[in-house]
């Protein structure tokens, strides 16, 4: 990206958080089946958009997608608001906060929020999984006020959460008049969570589960997850799934080129709980062997 894009994604984030923030009040729930994202472009310095897209979701909830221009993975992240805690689930690809500006973004919302609940929270900052496109901008975060990092490795999930039986046990965390459940995925990577808000039903999958390739780093565990999610969804009402990265593209089983920087027409952010059931049934009917498979709004694809 050149010093004049630059500058030109700055002043559009502001303006699209002038916009956005002041405009809380009247938010119900977005309908993430018609939403659409940005998306890169075939010339990204060209690219205008801003580094940043910022949706909110409901009056507490806010989705955030990194610009597809300043990393092919175009991650999401999510931020929860409660009366004691916010949780920012993951920090994007992009370390820079010139290029990247996630602290800043971040910040803007929850003081926002502050001020209209009269009251200072704490920003916990953790992650769906170790990789770098969801952790890259922790460093934004390191010793801000308030601010409380929870660290990548399996033990530190464990450690943060109180899991007393990592993957089986589901606990419960507390933001203040809102409870999240996390829920341990590993196969992805060792120290996978899910995140599930009994608020908003919004469940969380990070690179588990997403309308793109489904990279699987250990098979047997993996499908052991996806279990576990389904036994979930059974029990919770479930309004959106929603995962970490786009890579389908809007046409039934085909994805965009890995890399790729522009996504036309590329498929929604959201599965349900029948896309779920698909997946669980495909493993199932794979077997013990890791076996790539494309279905309409996913691809198994294990990677060792
Ligand atoms: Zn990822
Ligand atoms: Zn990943």
Not at 87 to 111: C, H, Q, S, W
Not at 118 to 134: F, M, P, R, S, Y
Request: proline share 4%; charged share 25%; aromatic share 10%.
């Amino acid at each position: 990206m050149t010093l004049k894009t630059k500058k030109s994604f700055t002043f559009y984030l502001t303006l699209v958080l002038i916009t956005s923030v002041f405009c809380i009040s009247a938010i119900g729930q977005t309908d993430l089946n018609k939403q659409n994202w940005i998306h890169g472009s075939e010339d990204c310095e060209k690219n205008t958009d801003e580094p940043i897209q910022v949706v909110q979701y409901d009056e507490s909830t806010w989705i955030l997608r990194q610009n597809m221009c300043t990393n092919y993975e175009a991650p999401f992240m999510f931020l929860f608001l409660g009366q004691k805690k916010a949780l920012l689930m993951d920090t994007g690809a992009t370390r820079e906060e010139e290029y990247f500006p996630l602290y800043k973004t971040v910040n803007i919302i929850v003081d926002t929020w502050q001020k209209q609940q009269n009251k200072k929270i704490e920003l916990i900052v953790a992650h769906t999984h170790k990789h770098g496109d969801h952790f890259s901008a922790d460093t934004q975060f390191k010793e801000k006020a308030n601010t409380t990092i929870v660290g990548l490795e399996k033990t530190d999930v464990i450690d943060f959460f109180k899991l007393t039986s990592w993957p089986t046990d589901i606990v419960d965390f507390e933001l203040g008049n809102r409870i999240l459940k996390i829920v341990p995925i590993p196969g992805h990577q060792e120290a996978s969570i899910a995140i599930y808000d009994t608020s908003s039903k919004l469940l969380l999958t990070g690179d588990t589960f997403y309308p793109g390739r489904l990279y699987v780093e250990d098979w047997s565990s993996f499908k052991t997850s996806v279990n576990r999610l389904v036994e979930f969804s059974k029990k919770h009402e479930i309004k959106y799934i929603l995962g970490n990265h786009i890579e389908m593209t809007s046409t039934d089983g085909v994805d965009f080129p890995m890399g790729s920087t522009n996504h036309p027409e590329e498929h929604k952010l959201p599965l349900n709980v029948e896309d779920l059931e698909s997946l669980q049934s495909s493993l199932n009917n794979l077997g013990d062997k890791p076996t790539k498979k494309a279905h309409k709004n996913f691809i198994i694809y294990p990677i060792n």
